[in-house]
């Protein structure tokens, strides 16, 4: 579900510190410039567990044109960091139990479940949320959407509606695919 209501949440991505796999602090703004794909997920989560090859193919094929995948798994750092080697997750993440919900909690959607997904443009807006797994043709959908606002073509309200009438035009063969 991509929610085209945002008004709970903040216009621009919050600034929240989190550790990576070594522990050390990293703030999620440390990608400026950047239209950021901040997923949060946790490595008991099955959508969370399915989506993230997708995760990894558009870090790999978007990543040149300024798009950064950044996990925030809210979970406890031996199991993330174990599973992150298993499966080869080779964008950033970042690890917080207690800490990790705080940051949720500042976007302002209460308890929600996982996944989630925060779209932002390359200047720090929030552009879309996607609720529960992404799918490729979503994630397209979604994308195109940050890339109108970057260009300017669209602001990130606008870029809201369009994104939100494509995905419900499409919305049985996005369940499937």
């Known amino acids: 579900m991509c929610s085209s209501d945002l008004s ?21 703004r440390s990608w400026p410039g950047k239209s950021m794909i901040v997923n949060f997920w946790a490595t008991w989560c099955a959508p969370c567990r399915r989506e993230i090859p997708l995760l990894r193919e558009l870090q ?15 979970d406890i750092r ?11 997750i080779d964008y950033p993440v970042l690890v917080g139990k207690q800490d990790g919900l705080d940051a949720v909690n500042k976007f302002g959607q209460g308890s929600i479940g ?6 932002t443009d390359d200047q720090g807006r929030i552009v879309l949320f996607h ?3 992404i799918k490729k043709a979503q994630a397209d959908v979604l994308l ?4 109108e ?3 300017g073509k669209l602001t990130p309200e606008a870029a809201r509606v369009v994104a939100a009438k494509q995905l419900q035009a499409m919305a049985p063969e996005a369940d499937e695919g």
């Open 60 to 74: 790999k094929q978007h990543g040149g044109e300024g798009f950064q995948v950044v996990g925030v798994a809210v």
């Open 78 to 88: 031996e199991d993330v960091a174990k599973f992150v080697q298993e499966i080869g």
């Open 8 to 28: 709970a949440l903040p216009t621009i991505l919050p600034d929240f510190t989190l550790g990576d796999l070594t522990g050390a602090p990293r703030s999620i």
């Open 144 to 147: 195109g959407a940050v890339r």
């Open 149 to 151: 606002v970057n260009s």
């Open 114 to 119: 996982f996944p989630f997904t925060v779209f």
């Open 131 to 133: 609720l529960g797994e």
